[in-house]
């Protein structure tokens, strides 16, 4: 990675009230990669993304965009930046290549009309007005509002939250196509497979605090192991199971227990299911719903934090 970063922030600290959003954040992001901030609602991904866009004042710490600080108007800054929110409002009765045109309007260079909406698949829809538009071609305006300065960096926040996997997938492509043209992209999903697929790094974010960071695939190596085994029980004997029934099995790296059940980290699928069926079964205890997958950044978050990404 390039030695000067994108995005930089020491102890990055913001309140409201007696809640802190976000507590002490340190957080590098190096020119021309993509970087996820993983987290559940309330982690404080959003706060910090927003302080970033030079749209909130941290209480606290040392916030550098692209080699800048917010300071002033912050005019020049943002006019080398492109934000998609979580959530954009339109004009409902302006039609779409009104609102691309309005946009493209406050940059001093960036994509022609056309170039915005075709790489959002919105040509079809440039005379439509706002408010005959879906949810999906909604967000994919949004997505066509921050790419029509051509920014060097770009804010993603849950960018295909409500898209159908064909918008979805063109969305992840538009974002592999900045990335080869060197820009910067910062984003925050909930898509396990996203993250995977786009981030060269990620940092898992919870309660304010970045508490595993990393590549995707480091991150799941950390567990120690490739496969996950997630079942619940039933039987008369169900009471008497705990975690050292399953930390003996052949394999069994890590044991989870929660109100869902139970998660066994496993070296070797082929090896730990046979062996915990028959445990099970001298128990006098049967498995339900019992599934196997290979281990991803969900199963690293609950791991660490014994919740799942998706956890309010």
Sequence with gaps: MPS??????????????DVTAVDGLD?????????????????????????????????AGDVQVLGDRWEGDGIALRSRLGIQLQE???????????????FRSLYPRGLGIDEVMDRVGLQSKANAQVRTLSGGQ???????????????LLFLDEPTTGLDPQSRRQTWEIVEELKGRGRTVLLT????EEAARLCDRVA???????IAAGTPRDLIA??????IIAFTVEGPGASGIDDSV???????????????????????????????????????????HLTTHHATLEDVFMALTGRTLRDD
């Design 88 to 102: 954009t409002r339109f004009p409902e009765k302006l039609r779409v290549h009104e609102v691309v045109r309005l």
């Design 222 to 227: 950390s567990l120690g192991a490739e496969h």
């Design 27 to 59: 957080l590098e992001v190096f020119a021309g990669e993509c970087f996820g901030l993983l987290g559940p609602n309330g982690a404080g991904k959003t706060t910090t993304v927003e302080i970033f866009e030079g749209l909130r004042v941290p209480d």
């Design 189 to 192: 999903t909930h898509y396990m």
């Design 246 to 288: 399953f930390v003996a099995l052949p394999s069994v790296e890590k044991v989870v227990h929660d109100d869902s059940g139970w998660r066994l980290t496993v070296r070797e699928v082929h090896v730990a299911v046979p062996a915990l069926l028959a445990a099970l079964d001298e128990r006098h205890v049967a498995p339900t």
């Design 138 to 152: 909604k967000q994919r305006l949004s997505l066509g509002c921050a790419l029509a300065g051509d920014p060097e």
């Design 4 to 17: 000067s970063p994108a995005l930089l922030c020491r102890g990055l600290v913001k309140r409201y009230a």
């Design 204 to 210: 898992v974010v919870d309660h304010g605090k970045i």
